[in-house]
């Protein structure tokens, strides 16, 4: 949505893409460097809902002002990415290596498999999601918000089936 953001509705030239991806890209770098000041320090699990928190809370936000005030100034759009980038960035490292030790004995499919899985979902929101929601901000806005929310399910629900298999599959069956 990259060119729709910045050409549409930023109104800026093809020279300013900068202004998307900078942000962005520091929130990832802030979001992994203190990922792995925290790794060891603290819980895996507290780390993973700080992220998604953040990313969550991110999301409402957009959503929220997008709603309330329609046009928000880029440099509040700018620094609500990098705080989703550092988010993002918190639980994506642990939850990448939570899922490679479910498989202990097979890493590498296991991480391929991930890499293939992500490679789906990067093309179905490249390919149709974005293409949808890209004429306004506010279906942007909710996109990632749905998308969050998706995020902490899938991990609310890991959590469950890790904890208890048995009630896990209980509710495999009810859906």
């Not at 770098?29 to 990922?35: E, I, T």
Request: aromatic content about 12%; overall charge positive; glycine content about 8%.
């Amino acid at each position: 949505a990259a060119p729709g953001i910045v050409e549409k509705h930023w109104g800026l030239g093809e020279t300013s893409y900068w202004m998307l991806f900078v942000p962005v890209i520091a929130g990832i770098l802030v979001g992994a460097v203190g990922s792995g000041r925290m790794a060891g320090k603290v819980d895996l699990v507290l780390q993973v809902r700080l992220g998604i928190a953040m990313t969550f809370t991110v999301s409402l936000v957009r959503v929220v002002l997008h709603f309330t005030l329609g046009d928000i100034p880029i440099l509040g759009q700018q620094v609500l990415l990098f705080i989703a980038g550092v988010g993002a960035q918190f639980a994506f490292p642990v939850l990448t290596l939570r899922m490679l030790d479910l498989f202990p004995a097979a890493r590498g499919t296991a991480a391929s498999a991930q890499a293939f899985v992500a490679l789906l979902v990067t093309a179905f929101t490249l390919g149709i999601v974005s293409v949808k929601v890209l004429e306004r901000l506010e279906w942007l806005a909710w996109a990632s918000f749905v998308y969050t929310w998706l995020a902490a399910l899938c991990w609310y629900l890991s959590r469950r089936w890790h904890e208890n298999p048995q009630a896990a599959r209980s509710v495999e069956l009810e859906l």
